[in-house]
């Protein structure tokens, strides 16, 4: 049976939206055993009340605005810390969490570790796009400022993200995420990371296909996109405001008239998985490249089927040997 630890304490909707989604999660897969962490309160009684289900009970929380390595190092027993050390010492095989993303990457490269050669861990999430493609994003946040052999590797572990979870082929191909396709666009450090991405895909670690503009992401273009953490949390962000805005605008004028309130009452269940699509939730939030076991991470404003498609991807992809399969495909390049 696999174990995946959850915090319980993730997210901007309170405990009870973690734990309905985690009773979701148990009833999907009779296989799956969740480790819940969280104040014993909150994760007592749920555990005394559903098989499958242990406490890891903590008495701290980090909140979604303290410094993310400060209080990781400070809050010793806080949901997020003490889950990564569950996954360090064997009381877990993943962790998944939807509380602050910060923390996260900060407890699991601190207590879980980096692969061997791993420079920086990094977040990508399985977007959706046309005709059904599906594109990895790398990174989505947690390295600002890249160096050009950083991107190599995102490229790389993206690349077998994109096969375990997207559905792509042996060779995915990779585009660097810019403001032109012509290789000759960009600012001079994205010249640098065209420049270390092409050369590694002549040496044929990655399937380097050239430059792609912000217009690619949801086009399905590509089978993954990479950029630095900075470029790619605010690409991100800006889709998730687009579809904020859009359903705004739509509420707004279903107000206007009955038959645009008719309209837009029968639209709103597609633009909702449209924008459960972009926010990742679908698939289970973003998942921690280049660490030595499975960190997923969350939406802050989640749902219980947010909850619950977090707590299956990361026992699939303990299933798949995501973890083991990205750490094959980095020792291959010193060979």
Known sequence: MDTV???????????????????????????????????GEVVEPFCEAHERALSLVTTEVIAMDEHPVKAVRSKRDSSITRGCMAVRDGEAQAFFSAGSTGACLAAAT???????????????AVLPGLDGHQTCVCDLGANADCRPEMLVQFAQMASVLAQVEAGCGPKPSVGLLSNGSEKTKGSEQALAFHEALEAAGEEGLINFAGNCEGNDILMGSFDVIVCDGFTGNVALKAMEGTAKYIAASLKAEAKMSPVAALGALMIKPAFSSIAAGLSGDEHGGACLLGVKAPVLVGHGHTSPEAIKNGALAAVRVIREDLVGKIAAQLSSQDK
């Open 5 to 39: 630890c959850v915090d319980a304490m993730g997210g901007d909707l309170g405990s009870q939206v973690v734990l309905d989604g985690i009773e979701l999660a148990l009833k999907a897969d009779k296989d799956l055993q969740v480790l819940i962490a969280g104040n």
């Open 110 to 124: 601190l207590f879980i570790g980096r692969d061997k050669g791993v420079l920086r861990p990094a977040l990508s």
